[in-house]
């Protein structure tokens, strides 16, 4: 997520190296190439992944900040003691997006760039929460379950997870009531929770629509089935949890006067800036 930050804030120049999983991760790779001729070609350094850094080849990179999502506070202060600054950023709720956003900002003097960003995300979930509110006011409130990615359609989340945030803010109910990050359910929970609306990561609905003991679902009965793909437009870890939130606000309560695409553009766009996101969204429906 923090990979997004950068770009998002027009500091790709300082980026001196990345996590490995940019390049061989084809739901990352795939998109990144787009917006930067660096990754495209692998020439950006990659001391480490998501859990683990070679601190050796971090440090031939003589970076004055690492961002990272996991590093131990040995590795922490080894790193501080040779000079070199260490941010975590972990995106595990929309409160943290925010906070890391404008902390990333001000670590890479992007202040301005930062704030703008944080304006934008304000305005738009204001304007999520005024939809759903208004809608809500009309009919009833929709309830949602959500799988996650590769098959795991009995692994969901919960009430304290980024997606949970995402739901809030598209106006809809968790049906799930734990408060775990990604617990695993059995066949029988999700009928029992029997949600008006299934959402998915990157996976097909037949998933679901394939498993005869699921048939009394609500969400299966009416196909209200809808899928966040490619993920790279929907990941609920940075700002594009915008676009998560006005996807599944648009399928749990339409409304022919809001074209959902052309806000998910929009929104990517404004993320991204012109150039860059234009360029993205030449992708985005493929």
């Known amino acids: 997520p923090a990979i997004d930050i950068i770009y998002m804030l ?7 190296g990345i996590n490995m999983e940019t390049y061989y991760d084809k739901e990352l790779y795939d998109y990144y190439k787009h917006i ?4 495209a070609n692998k020439e950006l350094a990659t001391p480490g992944s998501n859990d683990m850094l070679n601190i ?6 003589k970076p004055d900040l690492i961002i990272a999502q996991n590093l131990s506070p040995n590795v ?3 790193l501080n003691s040779m000079g070199t600054a260490v941010y975590l950023s972990t995106s595990e709720s929309y409160d943290h997006l925010m906070k890391e956003m404008e902390d ?3 670590l890479l003097g992007k202040n301005d760039r930062g704030q703008q960003l944080i304006n934008y995300a304000m305005d738009k979930t204001e304007q999520l929460q005024a939809r759903s509110n208004n809608h809500k006011a009309k009919a009833p409130t929709k309830n949602a379950y959500f799988s996650w990615a590769n098959g795991r359609i009995f692994s ?5 997870s980024m997606m949970n945030d995402c739901l809030v803010l598209a106006g809809v109910d968790n049906v799930c009531p734990t408060d775990i990050d990604k617990p695993n359910i059995n066949p029988e929970t999700l009928i029992d929770w029997n949600p008006d609306m299934i959402v998915m990561w990157n996976d097909s609905p037949d998933l679901f629509y394939n498993k005869k003991e699921l048939a009394s679902v609500k969400a299966i009965q009416s196909k209200q089935i809808f899928n966040l793909i490619p993920m790279f437009y929907y990941n609920p870890h940075t700002f594009k949890a915008l676009c998560v939130a006005a996807a599944i606000n648009g399928w749990a309560y339409p409304d022919i006067t809001i074209n959902v695409d052309d806000e998910i553009n929009e929104i ?8 860059v996101g234009n360029e993205l969204l030449k992708y985005k429906n493929l």
Do not use: F, H
């Not at 050796?56 to 990179?61: I, K, P, R, T, V």
């Open 268 to 275: 990517i766009t404004t993320l991204y800036g012109d150039k």
């Open 104 to 106: 990333i900002a001000v």
């Open 76 to 78: 922490i202060k080894t």
């Open 36 to 39: 930067d001729s660096r990754i």
């Open 10 to 16: 027009w500091a790709q120049d300082k980026l001196v």
């Open 156 to 160: 969901t989340a919960g009430r304290n």
């Open 56 to 61: 050796e080849s971090a440090m031939a990179l």
